[in-house]
């Protein structure tokens, strides 16, 4: 894979989450209204009340942020930086409880994990792996 490629399947997987986030609100009709209705109801989860957690999210985004720079400037430490973000991020979606999306939604956040971990593979597992040197 060229470092273009690398760049671009970075940018790709960010462009179908950010297009995931903008989907249902874009495009509300998508899911039914009693089932939209439903979430909105449905109270945060407890854990949004607890310090440690909003700090948690509050490092994580800007970090998560800061390795894809880093990915697509081909540094070391965004790397390793996107590889644990990306683990933390693990713990984390278990704790925002439910979500309602549509399929158009789901189907781009899938696109974009799947991606993201292609991504991930390739600065691991590839000859483009000698890019991310100490430098």
Do not use: C, N
């Amino acid at each position: 894979m060229s470092p273009v490629a690398f760049r671009l399947l970075v940018l790709a997987s960010i462009a179908l989450q950010v297009g995931s986030g903008f989907a249902d609100m874009l495009l509300p009709s998508l899911i039914p209204t009693a089932l939209s209705q439903a979430a909105e109801a449905e109270p945060l989860p407890a854990v949004f009340d607890r310090w440690w957690f909003v700090v948690s999210v509050v490092a994580w985004v800007p970090a998560l942020l800061s390795g894809t720079i880093g990915l697509i400037f081909f540094k070391r430490w965004g790397r390793s930086l996107s590889l644990w973000t990306t683990v933390a991020g693990f713990g984390f979606y278990g704790l925002f409880g439910p979500g309602v999306y549509s399929g158009l939604a789901a189907a781009l956040t899938e696109g974009a994990s799947m991606l993201w971990g292609a991504m991930l593979a390739v600065a691991y597992f590839s000859p483009l792996r000698e890019r991310f040197s100490a430098h």
